[in-house]
């Protein structure tokens, strides 16, 4: 017999983001947290966040992003160079 364990989590995406302790990741609006190293464009005319890889693989599809949050990305990225 096997005994499997579930714990479910819940947890609003502030907490969860505060958990991270590192600043490999940013919060991108109200819903989203990504990690960084892995953003490719930001596309603010088609309002699309696009992830490195998306570009080989077709599977990965990009995210719809509202224009005010990419435009606040791109500017806290543009200050972190």
């Not at 109200?30 to 077709?58: C, E, H, P, W």
């Not at 949050?69 to 200050?79: D, G, H, V, W």
């Amino acid at each position: 017999m096997v005994y499997v364990e579930i714990l479910l989590l819940w947890a609003t995406i502030e907490e969860s983001f505060k958990q991270l302790h590192n600043n490999m990741f940013v919060r991108v609006g109200r819903s989203l947290i990504v990690n960084k190293q892995y953003i490719y464009v930001i596309n603010l005319t088609d309002q699309m966040l696009l992830f490195a890889g998306q570009q080989i693989k077709g599977d990965i599809a990009p995210v719809r992003v509202s224009r005010d949050a990419l435009k606040q990305l791109k500017q806290q990225l543009e200050e972190e160079k």
